[in-house]
């Protein structure tokens, strides 16, 4: 049987409530939304009082991790204003805890839990429209989604395969976070893992999107078949530059 990943969530929770610089202790994930297994990792947040660039209370919520079971490694990175935690450990829990600004903020955010909430910072819901992208974003998903189709081309007719699987799967990605917005799903950013944690139908036709090998006749039909689905998301000024782009398929025909 696996190891319950609520009893890092409880070890979490227990030294934040201990700790009077941590403010707040947000659980997402699946764990988050009640979702979660035995196999879930733990996705987390924390709210740290006045936090500064490189603040030493940083290393000592990774210090703390550490603490919570056997450890078998850890890593600190920067993700633009915030800093992320991972703490893996030797029973295969992980722990991803992010390093915020308490005052970052100003609600709870969908499918989230507040573990802990000193100051009330997580006593409203944020509204989840905060997260539905406006016309703007799904313009630039569908137009870089034809990029990636076109590069995936020019890599395949090239001999390149890896490279043009890297960039077909990135193709496929932005179809599935247009698939999401258009089902009105929360943080559809995320695609694929939206849709599945939503128990949502996937986009008719996206099996034939994996290619079953790596030859050039499997991987232009996977890139028609992505094709096929960016269609319905590709809005008149789009439209020249998929013509722009799908001659490039022609370098894969015999």
């Not at 078998?72 to 030797?90: E, K, N, P, W």
């Not at 976070?177 to 929360?186: C, E, F, I, P, V």
Request: hydrophobic fraction near 50%.
């Amino acid at each position: 049987m696996a190891p319950d990943p609520h009893a890092i969530v409880a070890a979490l929770r227990a030294w934040a409530e201990a700790a009077d610089w941590v403010e707040w202790v947000e659980l997402g994930g699946s764990l988050g939304r009640g979702a979660g297994d035995a196999y879930s990792d733990v996705d987390a947040g924390i709210g740290v009082t006045a936090l500064a660039d490189d603040d030493p209370r940083i290393a000592a919520a990774l210090d703390a991790a550490t603490g919570f079971a056997p450890t078998a490694a850890t890593l600190r990175q920067r993700l633009g204003d915030v800093t992320h935690l991972v703490c893996v450990y030797r029973d295969g829990r992980q722990l991803s805890l992010v390093v915020f600004d308490a005052a970052a903020r100003n609600g709870l955010a969908p499918q989230s839990t507040a573990v802990v909430d000193k100051a009330g910072r997580l006593a409203e819901p944020i509204d989840p429209a905060r997260w539905t992208p406006d016309a703007a974003a799904r313009r630039e998903w569908a137009f870089l989604a034809w990029i990636a189709l076109g590069d995936a081309a020019r890599h395949a007719a090239r001999g390149r395969p890896w490279r043009a699987l890297g960039s077909l799967t990135e193709a496929r990605n932005h179809v599935w976070s247009l698939h999401a917005a258009d089902l009105g799903l929360t943080y559809p950013q995320f695609g694929a893992v939206t849709v599945e944690n939503a128990d949502a139908p996937a986009p008719q036709g996206i099996a034939a999107t994996h290619p079953a090998d790596l030859t050039g006749p499997a991987v232009l039909g996977a890139i028609e078949a992505v094709a096929a689905l960016l269609d319905q998301y590709t809005g008149a000024d789009l439209k020249p530059l998929a013509d722009a782009v799908r001659p490039r398929f022609d370098l894969l025909r015999d």
